[in-house]
């Protein structure tokens, strides 16, 4: 299991970055103001579990890895932090100028609302990319069994990302407002993200 230091820092870094103004939420949030709190929660919730294919991506690809060799997961978690810390830099210098846009479109169900955002996040190279960086930086490889330790950490970065995108989707229209009338809210939160990514990033390459 990981351990508290894991699960805690991971947590904490996780709902940062998923809070910050990005692709994902601000859809999530044009999707409720246009088509009401249950469309955009389903879409959110979609979404978030479509992080389960990148999971399992991960898991596969970073045990094949080690596999093949230790050395190369090194690599690896060293390419990651340099990823990490040219994400973090973009992150600071944005001018938070996100608005929350309205989705077009008749209602649809919310079996295939929930489906639309699994396949939105599942088939995005960049959050492909992103997991196979992040996840790793939390991986202890002296505690053994690190296709677990990465499953756990993917199940729970889900399980974070389902709470904030559905409140996201139940609040659309009070939270789009605000974020509309505030634009500099969304600098602020990218701010936070960026400096958590560098921080990520640096301690990697320092510590490796």
């Known amino acids: 299991m990981l351990s508290f230091e894991q699960f805690s820092g991971f947590l904490l870094a996780a ?13 999530v949030l044009g999707m409720g103001i246009s088509r009401g709190r249950r469309q955009g929660i389903a879409f959110g919730l979609g979404c978030a579990f479509g992080c389960l294919s990148h999971t399992l991506l ?20 060293l390419g990651g932090g340099l990823y990490l810390v040219w994400l973090g830099i973009g992150a600071l210098r944005s ?25 939105a996040n599942a088939i995005n190279p960049k959050v492909i990319l992103f997991f196979l ?9 002296g505690n053994g069994g690190i296709g677990w330790q990465l499953a756990q950490l993917g199940i729970l970065f ?6 904030l995108f559905g409140l996201l989707g139940h609040f659309s229209g009070s ?15 990218d701010r936070i993200a960026g400096a958590v990514f560098v921080a990520l990033g640096l301690r990697l390459i320092i510590d490796r």
Do not use: C, E, H, Y
Request: proline share 7%; net charge positive.
């Open 15 to 27: 709902m940062l970055i998923t809070a910050a103004p990005g692709p994902d939420n601000m859809m």
């Open 58 to 77: 991960a898991v596969l690809g970073v045990s094949a890895l080690i596999a093949a060799s230790p050395q190369a997961f090194t690599l690896l978690k």
């Open 95 to 119: 001018r938070g100028v996100a608005r929350v846009g309205v989705v077009d479109g008749a209602a649809v169900p919310l079996r295939q609302v929930f489906i639309k955002g699994v396949f």
């Open 133 to 141: 960086s992040f996840l790793p930086q939390f991986v202890v490889a």
């Open 158 to 163: 889900t399980l974070q990302a389902a709470l």
């Open 175 to 189: 939270v789009g407002q605000w974020l509309n009338r505030r634009p500099r809210a969304g600098a602020i939160l």
